[in-house]
């Protein structure tokens, strides 16, 4: 990694994307005040192309690992096939449906796993969930606004693909961690997802892991040839954040239990994913929340992105 994205420094303005800030926003920019800063968590949303890359596996592991530096929140986007709950050990009674549906608070919702960090489980199995209305997304920006507001990093747990409200929840995340795999199959995937998530927003970052890796250093290969396209063809520079080995004691873990991260943090995966977290508060300045204005919070930037998609 070069240390670009380090220097780089947080745009509020960028942040609302290429089309600035729409037609509405400039006219009201006359009638309000200053707007009012604020701290805000570090938000980051894992995602992939392709399915079953491991984004869940690292997701719980990377929260169980973060918690214990900064006060974290694992939110479950899997809108409809949500599995967060099983890998971190816990059995939510409420989740993000009945919050969308203003059924339950937030922290009615939110549990505390028994590693530390805290979850927003997401519904499994609810069809309506799985395709999310346009008031579910704004309930949905407006909770994420305020949990962003009291935490310090929240990571956001995407379904595969780009469905158009895993991509809005990439526009709305500070930075959007890439999990893909060695396979050229992951790697057109995770490409595409840079593509169409570049063309929305020229300034979002890429962090990208390479999980499952069978030789040490495959992953560094893999990603130079995936940030070799993406420079190529959307002009995109990505950043590496690492590899992790495959590890049949990830497979063998059972639901419910506790994450590898917690019962075996020497086994290979375990380090591995230490060693990303490392990288994570290297990369992005220490995640330590950051300074936004009512325009440029992640609820801000939902509401934004949300008329272009
Ligand atoms: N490093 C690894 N070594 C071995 N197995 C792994 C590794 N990472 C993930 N797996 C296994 O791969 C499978 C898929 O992992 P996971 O559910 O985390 O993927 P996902 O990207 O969240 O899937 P989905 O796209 O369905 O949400 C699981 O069975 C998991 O145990
Ligand atoms: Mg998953």
Redesign the pocket.
Known sequence: MDGSAQQRQPDPKGALGPRGKGLFGRLFDGLRGTPVARQEAISIAIA?G??????????TSLAVLLHRQRRSVLVDC?FG?A?DHL?LGVKPTLTLQQLLAHQATVDQVLVTSPCGPRLLPGASGVRRMANPSDKDLIAFAKELGGLAAREEVLLL?L??GIAPATVLTMLGADWIVL?TQPEIAALVDAYAVVKVVAQLNERARFLVVV??VSQPGRGELAFQRLTEVARQHVGVQLHYLGE????????Q?RLGQLPLVATDPEAP?SRAVQRLVDRLLQLCGDLRPRSVDSESGIEARFRQHRLFL
């Open positions: 992939s392709k399915g079953g890359t491991g984004k869940s596996f690292l997701a899997d096939l599995a890998l747990d379904g595969a999990v999980n499952r992790v080995p495959d590890d049949d004691a990830v497979m873990q995966t």
